[in-house]
Structure formats: structure tokens, C-alpha cells
């Protein structure tokens, strides 16, 4: 069953301060656009970013990402039925509305929307109202409020998709969200769990209390890489950057740096990205003879560019010769500096198999790597 999001980014959310657009203001490190595009990019099939004709910079940065653009409406509404529309022939069966301002939200409750939407034709998250409620005027308590059916609504607001666009066809505007939009035209909407998490950012204060909440997240990846090269012709090996003299060299479609290929496909495996043949396929004339280090600063790059921080690697080479011990230092120096992490963030070591199997007989050399990756 296809799935999309709508995330609404028209807004100029003039009430959180900064100067700009608060979708665009910086959160923890990124925007406050980019964690809400991350929370819900892994979850559905296909994302709409709904932005203001005004904001032209993000316009040109997303058309060239894997995201669906839609301009912004005179009104949320008007925004949420363009995105509505950006979808159509896609075969969508379940959308998700989803506030840009809302950065926080849980894979929690973007799961249950979505599994709700199974039984239901609309659902959305709501917090129950614990706080005793006032009716004041100005300064001044008038009266209090029952609060035992009281919830705060919160996105993302979940529907069936021909249901909600026929029902903002039918809609004649000024609703509160898109919940209101779909009672209107006679829908159910089921609750599911909110989140006290789950914030909207309105006023100034709200970037310090999100920006707490990201905080207390960690994202930590942790993946393997194993290579094994063969035994040929030559006067030297690479190892993790390093010519090493010896009486044979390693065989491979690159240089067959084999602990820097293990330590690339341990990158790729902890952001699940597939491996260097994936990347840099052998049956590509251009890689052959390559130096290794090209595959390993995309593999950092790339884990860079999906926000990802590498906290260490650990290879070790299993050989019987060349010795590894004089050059280990070295090619830690070297595989820190190409990956642009300080010595003790990588760590090279050696083993034997005590002479068994084909590292054992010296017909090549094989390498294990590790690698940890921190949400940055």
C-alpha cells in the first residue's frame, strides 16, 4: 500500500522570532526543516515539500533532491490541497499531513498513524489535557473548564487519500487543521497516542526546549566490512594507504587495498548503503587501478551528507606477510587524515590464522573492519 507525506513549509512563522521563516532557522545544528524531512523521508514511500513561492534558495536545493515540491496556497488549507495534488497518479492510497514545525515527532507515531489508517479512514495523534483549564478574561479567572475529553491535537494527521482530497474539495476554508477538514465531510477520525515531545515550535522559547528534546537522542550506527584480494605478480602491497615492499603484490580491479576496501564497506553497511561494488562497480573500465581512497572519501562523504559523524573504525589485516607491526602507526596516520578523524579515532591491527586456510598458505591477504557512526 503506497504511502505519502505532506510536510506543510509555506508558513513565515513570523511569531518564533530570528529574522527568518522558522522552518529555515537553525535547530541543534541543522534546520529546523532538515529533522522534519528526516523524520518522515525513511517512513513513507513519497514526500511533499509544500514551500512559499518566496522561498526560492530552498526551492533550488530540494528540485534536485528526491522530494516532491508543491507551492504554497493563500492559506494552510490552500497549501495541504496543493500538496494533495502533487500526488496525483501516484497511486497513493494512505497521506500523511505533517507541520514543518513539528521536528520532534516520534517514530512512534508516525507508525501509528500509518497502521491505524489499516482500520480507520483518518487518524491522528492527540495529547490528553492533564492541566486544569481556566476560562479568564485578561488577568483575571472566570471559570474552569472540564478537561476530561480535552485533547491536544498534533501532526502528523493521517487519511485516506481520495477520502481527504474529496473532502478538502468540499471544504469551504477556515479550518484549524486538517482533522476539522475531514469531520466536515462526515469522516471518523480515530486517536492515537500524541506525545508531549512532539512540540510545535511557535514561540521564541520552543527552539531551547526542541533543541533539548533532539539532544537526548542518539542515533548510533555500528557496521562490518570484509575484503579478501589474492596474491599475484608484484613487488608491493597497499594497505590502508600504505606501499609496503614485498615479493608479491595483491591482485584486484583497483590498487586492492584491502583493509581500506573492508573499512569503506563497514561505512556503507552502518548507513545500509550497500557496498563499494555498488558504488564503484569492477565492471567500470574507469576504477581500474584506482587508488582506494577515492571509494573511502565518497563512503565519508556520504555518511557526512546523510548527518552522520564517524566516531572510530577498527581494521584488522590477517596475513601471514608482509609484517604488519612497523607499518601500523602509519597507516593509521594516513586512513585518519583521508577520513578526517584525529589518530585515535582509527586503529589498525594484525593477526594471523596461524597458518591455515588461504591466509595461512600466503595466497592473499583478508581484512575485517568496524565502523560506529553518531547522528550528528
Known amino acids: 500500500m503506497t504511502t505519502a507525506a505532506i510536510i506543510v513549509a509555506a508558513g513565515r512563522g513570523i511569531r518564533a522570532g530570528g529574522g527568518v521563516p522558522k522552518q529555515?532557522?537553525?535547530?541543534?545544528?541543522?534546520?529546523?526543516?532538515?529533522?522534519?524531512?528526516?523524520?518522515?523521508?525513511?517512513?513513507?514511500?513519497?514526500?511533499?515539500?509544500?514551500?512559499?513561492?518566496?522561498?526560492?534558495?530552498?526551492?533550488?536545493?530540494?528540485?534536485?533532491?528526491?522530494?516532491?515540491?508543491?507551492?504554497?496556497?493563500?492559506d494552510r488549507a490552500g497549501s495541504v490541497r496543493n500538496g494533495l495534488q502533487a500526488l496525483t497518479g501516484l497511486g497513493v492510497e494512505k497521506v500523511l499531513i505533517h507541520d514543518v514545525a513539528r521536528p520532534c515527532v516520534s517514530a512512534r507515531i508516525i507508525k501509528d498513524v500509518i497502521e491505524a489508517l489499516n482500520t480507520?479512514?483518518?487518524?491522528?495523534?492527540g495529547l490528553a489535557v492533564t492541566d486544569a483549564l481556566w476560562v479568564g478574561s485578561e488577568d483575571t479567572v472566570k471559570g474552569v473548564q472540564d478537561r476530561s475529553s480535552l485533547?491536544?491535537?498534533?501532526?502528523?494527521?493521517?487519511f485516506h487519500y481520495d477520502a481527504i482530497v474529496a473532502a478538502h474539495a468540499a471544504h469551504s476554508g477556515g479550518a484549524a487543521d486538517d482533522v476539522e477538514v475531514a469531520r466536515a465531510a462526515g469522516l471518523d477520525v480515530h486517536?492515537?497516542?500524541?506525545?508531549?515531545?512532539?512540540?510545535?515550535?511557535?514561540?521564541?522559547?520552543?527552539?531551547?526546549?526542541?533543541?533539548r528534546i533532539l539532544g537526548t537522542e542518539m542515533d548510533v550506527r555500528l557496521g562490518n566490512g570484509y575484503d579478501v584480494h589474492r596474491f599475484g605478480d608484484g613487488d608491493h602491497v597497499i594497505l590502508c594507504g600504505i606501499k609496503i615492499p614485498h615479493s608479491r603484490g595483491l591482485q584486484g580491479h583497483s590498487d586492492a587495498d584491502v583493509g581500506m576496501h573492508a573499512v569503506t564497506d563497514?561505512?556503507?553497511?552502518?548507513?545500509?548503503?550497500?557496498?563499494?561494488?555498488?558504488?564503484?562497480?569492477?565492471s567500470d573500465p574507469q576504477w581500474k587501478g584506482a587508488?582506494?581512497?577515492?571509494?573511502?572519501?565518497?563512503?565519508?562523504?556520504?555518511?557526512?551528507?546523510?548527518?552522520?559523524?564517524?566516531?572510530n573504525v577498527d581494521c584488522t589485516l590477517v596475513c601471514e606477510f608482509p609484517k604488519?607491526?612497523?607499518?601500523?602507526?602509519?597507516?593509521?596516520?594516513?586512513?585518519?587524515k583521508i577520513m578526517g578523524l584525529r589518530a585515535d579515532q582509527v586503529s589498525v591491527k594484525a593477526t594471523t590464522s596461524e597458518r591455515l586456510g588461504f591466509t595461512g598458505r600466503s595466497e592473499g591477504i583478508?581484512?575485517?573492519?568496524?565502523?560506529?557512526?553518531?547522528?550528528?
Open 24 to 74: 529555515w532557522r537553525s535547530l541543534a545544528g541543522r534546520r529546523v526543516a532538515d529533522w522534519t524531512l528526516d523524520r518522515l523521508r525513511g517512513a513513507v514511500d513519497h514526500v511533499v515539500l509544500v514551500l512559499s513561492e518566496d522561498d526560492r534558495a530552498p526551492w533550488d536545493e530540494f528540485r534536485k533532491s528526491d522530494l516532491i515540491l508543491a507551492p504554497g496556497g493563500a
Open 291 to 311: 587508488a582506494s581512497e577515492i571509494f573511502l572519501r565518497h563512503a565519508v562523504a556520504l555518511a557526512s551528507d546523510m548527518g552522520y559523524a564517524i566516531s
Open 191 to 211: 486517536i492515537v497516542p500524541g506525545d508531549a515531545d512532539n512540540l510545535k515550535i511557535t514561540r521564541p522559547e520552543d527552539f531551547a526546549r526542541a533543541e
Open 324 to 336: 604488519i607491526g612497523p607499518h601500523a602507526l602509519t597507516m593509521r596516520e594516513e586512513m585518519s
Open 151 to 158: 485533547f491536544a491535537a498534533q501532526t502528523p494527521q493521517g
Open 120 to 125: 480507520h479512514q483518518a487518524a491522528a495523534p
Open 266 to 282: 563497514a561505512i556503507y553497511g552502518a548507513l545500509a548503503q550497500g557496498d563499494i561494488g555498488q558504488h564503484f562497480p569492477p
Open 366 to 376: 583478508a581484512a575485517l573492519a568496524t565502523a560506529c557512526l553518531v547522528k550528528s
